[in-house]
């Protein structure tokens, strides 16, 4: 193991035997002790024959793969009348329930790959009604709902961190066993991707109150909720994750290497750890309604009401979100640079997403009337705001960085040589740092995920329904009915848009003077791109995608006429078209 020879010089494997190589290797013994073989199989992997050999189709064995799950769910509540005016409940609810997924390795080993699961479900509820007079009654309700759930790697790999055992960097969460990825159709084994922790949390409280008023029938109430969700990405914090590079085991003229080998020899292509970081993203919601149902006339009913609610688009506890700014300046590597990412809270941004929109009035109206015995009349009209509590549940933008250390420019913890892991190991698998929440600008990009430019008009998305209604009833047990319902959207969200690319104009001026669009060279930034890459509007991001994020500025129009007709015929029998 040193410094890589040109191909020329490759040394093969005395007999291709590398038996002393593997036995300096800790962690493929390890690997391979846990892997079933014809002589030693087990409850979840059988063969065919004792010697190993395949079927004509190819199959020399199978696998098993299942799901152990607990579910232990409760629910208690308690009714009471404390007085012939004053009534209450209140009930708990406890839904815990786990699972541990495994595959052929069985659910007891710490190479499995499967994740296993446990989501815990609380809800306390209280409701409160209070009878003031035969006409007029209060009812006050509150709630609690919280769940937890937690995806992690197999319970027997948390025992300890088994990569110190073994020569790998240690675990960042102090447990677990890194993922060794493998081409060649192979499972991986180990941890790596797909594991983390969400907590989700509602308060909310409530008051109605209704009274009859002679013809009038009103109601008015308040409504509030606060919604938090905290998530914890933890893939890759198990020990990282490797892949292979079976062109480092290819022979001349023979590219079906496999994985295994590779990793015998402590050759690998890619090691990667996650930075950790948790997100705690809030929504609040309050709202306040009046309705009066009035009785006009015997055959004439009138409904008006009026609905205020104030919502607020997501918030980061620690402002740690924000927008790609295209009016913003900063600097990169000491040169000036247009456009980049500010966080929430800073550089004219607001706390939350966008700005909180105030206008949330939401008018309702209803009319019936019966003209005569035979014919009904009905129209409405209704506005409503698209709720925003939970609207950006995914972790966008992703604001912390993969760090990987490669074969051929990895720093070993031993010599300067390329780095493997039986002689030259890596040195340090710590993960890089996430930005740190500022006033600057950011001008370059490590995240996992697009770069969100997020509208900031305050618009919320709404729609406006409306309908109208004639019912006739033609004789004896002959109903006709004819409907109109139409629908407009405004403020809707419309598909995310790229922002960084070279427009039109640029790009047709560079083709009719011949510019070659794929010659690199250094940009003002120090940076290696291409010339197409350089004609970016802001070509400090030219390896990073900028997307349009929660754009609202769709809409959207629905009409439709509806006609039915019912026959009542005799013997209960009843005939029915639309």
């Not at 937890?148 to 025992?159: E, G």
């Not at 914890?232 to 295994?260: H, W």
């Not at 997501?314 to 500010?342: C, D, H, P, W």
């Not at 008009?457 to 004896?476: D, T």
């Amino acid at each position: 193991m040193g410094n890589r020879l040109p191909v020329a010089q490759y040394q093969r494997a005395v007999n291709n035997d590398i038996s002393q190589q593997a036995a300096a290797n800790p962690i493929t013994k390890f690997l391979l002790a846990s892997q079933p073989t014809p002589d030693q199989p087990t409850s979840y992997a059988r063969f065919f024959y004792p010697d190993g050999h395949y079927d004509p189709d190819g199959m020399n064995g199978y696998g098993v793969r299942g799901v152990t799950t607990n579910d232990d769910r409760y629910s208690l509540r308690v009714d009471e009348n404390l007085t012939a005016k004053d009534r209450i409940f209140v009930r708990y609810t406890n839904v815990p329930v786990s699972g541990i997924r495994y595959d052929y390795n069985g659910p007891s080993t710490p190479v499995l790959n499967q994740p296993s699961e446990s989501v815990n479900g609380w809800n306390i509820s209280a409701n409160y009604v209070r009878t003031l007079k035969a006409t007029m009654v209060n009812e006050f309700r509150a709630t609690y709902l919280r769940s937890d759930d937690s995806l992690t790697p197999a319970p027997a790999s948390l025992a300890k961190d088994f990569n110190t055992g073994l020569g790998l960097p240690p675990s960042i969460r102090g447990e677990g066993l890194a993922g060794f990825i493998f081409s060649n159709s192979l499972t991986t084994l180990g941890q790596s991707v797909g594991f983390g922790k969400i907590l989700n949390e509602t308060y909310g409280f409530g008051d109605d109150y209704s009274m009859l008023m002679g013809r009038h029938s009103v109601k008015f109430g308040v409504d509030y909720r606060a919604l938090q969700l905290n998530r914890y990405d933890e893939t890759n914090l198990y020990g990282g994750s490797f892949t292979c590079n079976t062109g480092l085991t290819n022979g001349a003229g023979f590219t079906g290497s496999s994985c295994v080998a590779g990793y015998m020899l402590g050759l690998f292509n890619t090691f990667t750890v996650n930075t950790p970081h948790a997100y705690y993203y809030r929504w609040k919601y309050g709202a306040a309604y009046v309705q009066d149902d009035w009785r006009i006339l015997p055959r004439l009913t009138i409904n008006v009401g009026l609905r205020y609610n104030i919502e607020t688009p997501r918030m980061e506890k620690f402002n740690y979100q924000g927008s790609f700014i295209s009016n913003g300046t900063g600097t990169l590597n000491g040169v000036a640079a247009t456009g980049g990412f500010a966080f929430s809270g800073t550089n004219g941004l607001p706390t939350t997403l966008w700005p909180v929109n105030y206008k949330g009035f939401e008018p309702r109206l209803g009319l019936a009337y019966q003209p005569a015995h035979f014919m009904t009349m009905r129209v409405s009209y209704a506005m409503m705001h698209t709720p925003l509590t939970g609207l950006g549940n995914n972790i966008v933008p992703n604001l912390t960085s993969g760090a990987a250390t490669t074969g051929t420019n990895g720093v070993g913890g031993v010599g300067s040589g390329w780095v493997n892991l039986i002689t030259n190991p890596i040195a340090n698998g710590a993960p890089s740092a996430a930005p740190v929440v500022s006033n600057t600008l950011l001008e370059s990009w490590n995240g996992t995920s697009y770069l969100p430019a997020v509208n900031q008009s305050s618009a919320v998305p709404y729609v406006q329904l409306w309908s109208a209604s004639l019912q006739f009833q033609l004789g004896k047990g002959t109903l006709v009915e004819a409907d109109y319902v139409g629908q407009k959207g405004t403020h809707l969200y419309s598909t995310p848009v790229p922002v960084n690319v070279p427009s039109i104009n640029a790009v047709t001026a560079a083709i009719k003077s011949r510019t070659n669009l794929i010659t690199a060279s250094k940009d003002q930034y120090g940076n290696t791109s291409t010339a197409l890459q350089r004609m970016k509007p802001y070509p400090q991001f030219f390896q990073n995608s900028i997307y349009t994020a929660y754009d609202r500025n769709a809409g959207s129009n629905y009409n439709a006429l509806y006609l039915s007709g019912r026959q009542q015929m005799k013997f209960g029998l009843s005939l029915f078209a639309s």
